[in-house]
């Protein structure tokens, strides 16, 4: 089993296989419109534009499930993330990455790749931290996503490289795509 053999939501409901980016290196991001880690969507957007042309797609996956940091429908948040980030990247229909009602395809990738501990040296890690333990101690439990920008690194054959959390910020990600182009 590997991610092509997931099926998603488009933003328009339909279903899409991402058997459709076969031989793609990919990175599979849950976002978020009104989060601290929201400028990412600008970073993953320059990261997309230098490595596109080399077999290289970022796949992007509303969720609300923290803190109602992203609301709205999913033509809005394409809307935000365009007018805001110049975000040109798949974007898919909002759903849930974590917990039992986590779609399918987030269920298999911490599955596969558990939590890597947070980067303490970015700047808002340990609100981030503080703000778990205190506010939402049962997401630092398990290995399910723990925020929003939390980043997947596959391969051109469909298996789960690394997990990469919100406190990795997409330009220390470059050299790991580099690898698997």
Same mark, same amino acid.
């Given at each position: 089993?590997?991610?092509? @053999?997931?099926?998603?939501?488009?933003?328009?409901?339909? /279903? !899409?296989?991402?058997? +459709?980016?076969?031989?793609?290196?990919?990175?599979?991001?849950?976002?978020?419109?009104?989060?601290?880690?929201? %400028?990412? $969507?600008?970073?993953?957007?320059?990261? *997309?534009?230098?490595? !596109? @042309?080399?077999?290289?797609?970022? $796949?992007? =996956?509303?969720?609300?499930?923290?803190?109602?940091?992203?609301?709205?429908? /999913? +033509?809005?948040?394409?809307?935000?993330c365009?007018?805001?980030?110049? %975000?040109?990247?798949?974007?898919?229909?909002?759903?849930?990455?974590?917990?039992?009602?986590?779609?399918? $395809?987030? !269920? *298999?990738?911490?599955?596969q790749?558990?939590?890597q501990?947070?980067?303490?040296?970015?700047?808002?890690?340990?609100?981030?931290? /503080?703000?778990?333990?205190?506010?939402?101690?049962?997401?630092?439990?398990?290995?399910?996503?723990?925020?929003?920008?939390?980043k =997947?690194?596959? /391969?051109?054959?469909?298996?789960?490289?690394?997990?990469?959390?919100?406190?990795?910020?997409? @330009?220390?990600?470059?050299? @790991?795509?580099?690898?698997?182009?």
């Amino acid at each position: 089993m590997n991610v092509y @053999d997931f099926t998603v939501k488009t933003k328009r409901g339909e /279903d !899409k296989s991402l058997a +459709d980016y076969k031989g793609k290196v990919l990175l599979i991001v849950n976002v978020a419109t009104a989060c601290g880690f929201t %400028v990412q $969507l600008g970073e993953l957007q320059k990261l *997309y534009d230098t490595y !596109k @042309d080399r077999g290289f797609v970022i $796949l992007g =996956f509303p969720s609300n499930q923290f803190a109602n940091q992203s609301p709205g429908s /999913d +033509d809005e948040i394409q809307q935000f993330c365009k007018a805001n980030y110049g %975000v040109t990247f798949p974007m898919f229909a909002k759903g849930d990455v974590r917990g039992e009602t986590a779609q399918p $395809l987030y !269920k *298999y990738l911490t599955a596969q790749k558990g939590f890597q501990g947070f980067d303490m040296s970015h700047p808002i890690a340990q609100l981030l931290l /503080d703000t778990l333990k205190e506010d939402f101690p049962e997401i630092l439990e398990g290995d399910g996503i723990k925020w929003n920008f939390t980043k =997947f690194l596959i /391969d051109r054959e469909g298996n789960v490289v690394t997990r990469f959390e919100p406190t990795t910020t997409p @330009d220390k990600i470059a050299a @790991d795509i580099e690898k698997l182009l």
